[in-house]
């Protein structure tokens, strides 16, 4: 048995095939963008036994005060694959002795029995996209679908921003939102650079839902290994009032579906949490599969204790 502290784009290739399992978080591209951006380092790890790879994992640490975070996956989409559950636990075991991280956050199909991980649900949405459109958007709820031919009937129609000019546009709109609505948001060099990877290694495109010549709502979507996923996105507060986001979604599922995508993942959500109520609710009208992952954290007892002090 033994820790790798690397491996290549064929070694993903492989594991992939031979163990029947897909990551769209594990793709190059992340890595690349955090690089190109200065937003954090990746890390890559695998577990060999007998001469074979047995699990594979790819992290992003960023640094702060002392303090560092590694981040494997996100909702839906697995930060670690492996051949089986022991392979997955050797793995993880491994990431937290050699990265010796404050906190460390994993992404994965299910939860795991290894020490002094704390393990909770990860939620999201998946639509499949191997369906007919016309059965893809059967499945909405039925005020999704009276939303959408409203907006449309109302003059919002969507295209993708395909000059510089344009991307620079529907990025600005995202951080817009993010600054009246106070979500968090990477930096704009990550963004940027998130769409130029995956436009190398998969599908990135700006999809701006308009009135006329006004941009009123834009969704990022980005692909890759089978997996379309909304990565950002943002309305204004007309956008809002007109479901633009809707007409903007519906393209971003044709464009995944043309490109040959299996699912189209909606990304994080919670059920369970009241601050997420509302979009909660706007991801489940798209009548996609829920899907239910593991997300587990080690944290090291000091970073415990400031985020206590935190929350205080």
């Not at 591209?29 to 007998?50: F, I, K, Q, T």
Request: hydrophobic letters at 40%; proline letters at 4%; charged letters at 25%.
């Amino acid at each position: 048995m033994s820790f790798r502290s690397s491996w290549s784009s064929s070694d993903l290739d492989d594991m992939e095939r031979e163990s029947g399992l897909r990551s769209f978080a594990l793709d190059g591209a992340w890595a690349e963008a955090a690089v190109e951006s200065h937003y954090a380092e990746p890390l890559r790890a695998g577990y060999e036994e007998g001469g074979m790879i047995r699990a594979l994992a790819l992290g992003l640490r960023r640094r702060r005060a002392g303090f560092s975070k590694i981040v494997c996956g996100t909702n839906g989409t697995p930060g670690i694959i492996a051949r089986d559950r022991d392979a997955a636990s050797h793995l993880l075991e491994g990431l937290r002795r050699r990265w010796r991280p404050s906190v460390l956050q994993v992404f994965l199909s299910s939860s795991l029995q290894v020490k002094s991980f704390e393990w909770e649900p990860a939620y999201s949405f998946r639509i499949n996209l191997g369906l007919p459109p016309e059965t893809i958007k059967g499945r909405f709820a039925k005020s999704t679908r009276k939303s959408l031919a409203r907006a449309i009937r109302n003059g919002v129609t969507a295209r993708l921003a395909s000059s510089s000019q344009d991307v620079g546009l529907a990025f600005g709109l995202i951080e817009e939102v993010s600054r009246i609505k106070k979500f968090p948001l990477p930096p704009h060099s990550y963004l940027a650079a998130i769409h130029s990877s995956f436009k190398k290694s998969g599908i990135s495109e700006l999809v701006v839902a308009s009135r006329g010549s006004q941009a009123l709502a834009v969704v990022h979507l980005i692909g890759a290994r089978g997996t379309a996923f909304w990565w950002k996105g943002g309305a204004s507060s007309l956008g809002y009032r007109l479901n633009a986001s809707l007409v903007a979604h519906w393209k971003a599922i044709e464009i995944a579906k043309e490109h040959g995508l299996e699912w189209y993942d909606l990304g994080g959500t919670n059920p369970l949490d009241p601050a997420y109520t509302r979009i909660h609710d706007f991801k489940s009208s798209f009548g996609g599969d829920p899907i239910t992952t593991a997300v587990g954290t080690y944290s090291t007892r000091l970073a415990r204790s400031v985020n206590r002090l935190r929350s205080v």
